[in-house]
């Protein structure tokens, strides 16, 4: 029996020879690879600036210390969402508010978040959940009404247009950070990248990627550098970059295979799932159904050879959190999906044979 997980990276002779030339020359890292990714990645979005880093964590605690958010400050998030969109928040000191989901898309609710917005609010990180943007437009309305700033957490989301504009120009938002785990729509190994339209925003994010070394002018010339601010080493390898750049290459096929599979799914299966809004069109990175008994539902796919996973389970439960005084039955619509999702498997190197027999697996266990 062929067995299928939830994602997989999808990896062919060009990215072998890209990575392999970058092994056969003088620079692993910080030599022109990074650069050309970033200018590729600047490229796609359309955004002005991009900076590559080591994973998307990073990216996210960078873009919290580019703006300077800090003790006294607030972030509100999704509690649908991976650890890092909230983490990130308290790496700089700064507490975390959740903003309950939308049932239909479980991106993060607009009109939850004015709900959670305090005189201590600084950013709002939205989550463009599975792949779909949320309604920035919205967004940004809201934030420039009470002056916040946005970051979008952009992890799943590469690949996806909003309005006819890509997830990470920045149209709406000041900086969008996304991811390049091997699960995500393309890869690095483990990388991210920031991207932003602002100058000021750009030269931070360079200097807390590398320690907060600057080195300009005559000191070009000597050994010499100065370290202005505490930064971190959250670089990426040219390795990871040649990657990166073969795998941007390929993204607009992925995509129109992720679409195909998650219209597939939505004809045949007949379970529950994410609406998509007439302004997205989603690079889709997951595809989470609703399921009765989950626990059981789960068991069962894996006795089929499906390795299935929950996206995810919301942040405000975990002990972390619940320590800081959340707990359950704060955001009553992120703990009822999550009682309930699965994501079933979705990625571009799926035939059309697997297909067919995912869902008979499928449509077995819940007649079983
Ligand atoms: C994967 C993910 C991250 C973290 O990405 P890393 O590159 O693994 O650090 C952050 N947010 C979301 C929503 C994610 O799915």
């Not at 020359?25 to 910080?30: A, R």
Request: proline content about 3%.
């Amino acid at each position: 029996m062929k067995i299928f997980s939830y994602g997989k990276q999808f990896l062919d002779e060009s990215d072998y020879q890209a990575v392999l030339e970058v092994l056969q020359s003088d620079y692993l890292t910080c030599g022109p690879k990074v650069s050309e990714f970033e200018q590729a990645l600047c490229a796609y979005t359309g955004a002005k600036y991009c900076v590559a880093v080591s994973n998307a964590t990073a990216g996210l605690h960078l873009a919290m210390l580019a703006l300077g958010i800090g003790q006294e400050d607030e972030v509100i998030t999704s509690p649908i969402t991976f650890l890092s969109s909230a983490n990130c928040a308290r790496f700089v000191g700064a507490s975390v508010k959740f903003a309950d989901i939308e049932s239909d898309t479980a991106n993060i609710d607009v009109k939850e978040i004015e709900k959670q917005i305090t005189s201590k609010t600084k950013a709002i990180i939205p989550v463009h959940f599975a792949g779909q943007s949320c309604d920035m437009e919205k967004i940004r309305q809201l934030a420039e009404k009470h002056n916040l700033f946005i970051v979008e957490d952009a992890a799943h989301a590469i690949g996806s247009d909003y309005k006819n504009t890509k997830v990470g120009s920045c149209r709406y938002s000041d900086m969008a950070v996304f991811s390049f785990h091997p699960v995500k729509n393309i890869t690095t190994g483990e990388g991210g990248a920031i991207t932003t339209n602002n100058e000021e925003l750009y030269k931070k994010l360079l200097s807390y990627r590398a320690h907060g070394i600057h080195k300009e002018g005559e000191m070009l010339q000597t050994w010499e550098y100065e370290m202005h601010e505490l930064g971190y080493n959250y670089r990426l390898t040219d390795i990871q970059a040649a990657l990166g750049i073969s795998q941007l290459k390929k993204l607009e096929q992925f995509k129109k295979r992720r679409r195909e599979i998650v219209q597939f799914y939505n004809e045949h299966l007949g379970l529950p799932h994410l609406i998509e809004k007439e302004f997205s069109s989603a690079c889709f990175h997951l595809y989470p159904v609703l399921v009765e008994n989950r626990k059981e539902f789960y068991h069962k796919a894996k006795e089929q050879g499906l390795n299935l996973q929950v996206h995810y389970i919301p942040v405000h439960l975990q002990p972390y959190y619940q320590k800081l005084g959340f707990k359950k039955g704060d955001f009553p619509k992120a703990e009822v999906y999550y009682d309930k999702c699965i994501s079933l498997p979705l990625y571009p190197s799926m035939s059309d044979e697997d297909l067919t027999s995912i869902v008979q697996r499928i449509k077995d266990i819940i007649h079983e």
